[in-house]
């Protein structure tokens, strides 16, 4: 199965990638995957502009021209997506908020997809 993992912590090898480690190991053992990770504090991924050229295009892709492409790409052929973060305040790290309020226009790509959300409380 092809499998993405979005890393939302800006310290690699943290306590969420350990923990995302730890899941795909036990993936593994259901069978072979193919696993693509994507460190979303590595990534050069601007904000969201609000604009709706997402939802009125045809393609259904942002107008804006980064890296989300390539996560574009593989979230549509990945058949399970985690999602690595710690929690600061309570939510998502804003690395990993970036990426996420990029997929604003992409709800109905979720549909058909095993997600896991991995939250390592921060502290």
Request: glycine fraction near 8%; charged fraction near 20%; include cysteine.
């Amino acid at each position: 199965m092809k499998t993405i993992v979005l890393h939302g912590s800006p310290r690699k090898n943290g306590n969420s990638d350990t923990l995302a480690r730890h899941f795909l190991q036990g993936l593994e053992t259901n069978g072979s995957h193919e696993i693509k990770h994507f460190f979303a504090n590595d990534l050069n991924i601007r904000p969201c502009q609000g604009c709706d050229s997402c939802a009125d295009s045809l393609s259904g892709y942002c107008v804006i021209q980064d890296d989300m492409q390539e996560i574009y790409r593989s979230f549509i052929e990945a058949e399970i997506v985690v999602f690595a973060t710690p929690m600061y305040w309570g939510y998502m790290t804003a690395q990993l908020k970036a990426v996420v309020d990029r997929m604003e226009a992409k709800d109905h790509w979720i549909l058909g997809r095993r997600l896991a959300c991995h939250h390592v409380p921060h502290g």
